[in-house]
């Protein structure tokens, strides 16, 4: 059985840092692309950033770019996100999400098999 399970998220200022960390377990990490994907209140589920299999490419969405850094270490079955100069707008529910990919990865929420429960961020002004 697999588990996508987030961990990290809570209440920050503006202008401060998190780190968010994704742990999976049940299939074999190093095969799967992996993703942080954000919905908030009223809005449709965004992809944040990916990154490939082994690491070695990442993509970021423009809202997000220059201030978050995604990671993984593949032996230890756990992706990070990275969150520094927090806005406002960055307040959502992240979630971390997994698929069987190659050497590149893609934001499309369809590409992925696997969605943990979310984590919650919220960043006050």
């Known amino acids: 059985q697999v588990q996508v399970v987030e961990s990290g998220g809570g209440l920050v200022q503006a202008g401060g840092s998190l780190r968010l960390s994704c742990t999976v377990s049940?299939?074999?990490?190093?095969?799967?692309?992996m993703g942080w994907f954000r919905q908030a209140p009223g809005r449709e589920r965004e992809g944040a950033s990916c990154i490939a299999r082994s690491g070695g490419s990442a993509l970021y969405a423009d809202s997000v770019k220059g201030r978050f850094t995604i990671s993984r270490n593949n032996a230890a079955n756990t992706l990070y996100l990275q969150m520094n100069s927090l806005k406002p707008e960055d307040t959502a529910m992240y979630y971390c999400?997994?698929?069987?990919?190659?050497?590149?990865?893609?934001?499309?929420?369809?590409?992925?098999?696997?969605w943990g429960q979310g984590t919650q961020v919220t960043v006050s002004s």
């Open positions: 999400a997994a698929y069987l990919g190659g050497g590149w990865c893609a934001l499309s929420s369809n590409k992925y098999n696997y």
């Open positions: 049940g299939l074999t990490f190093a095969a799967y692309t």
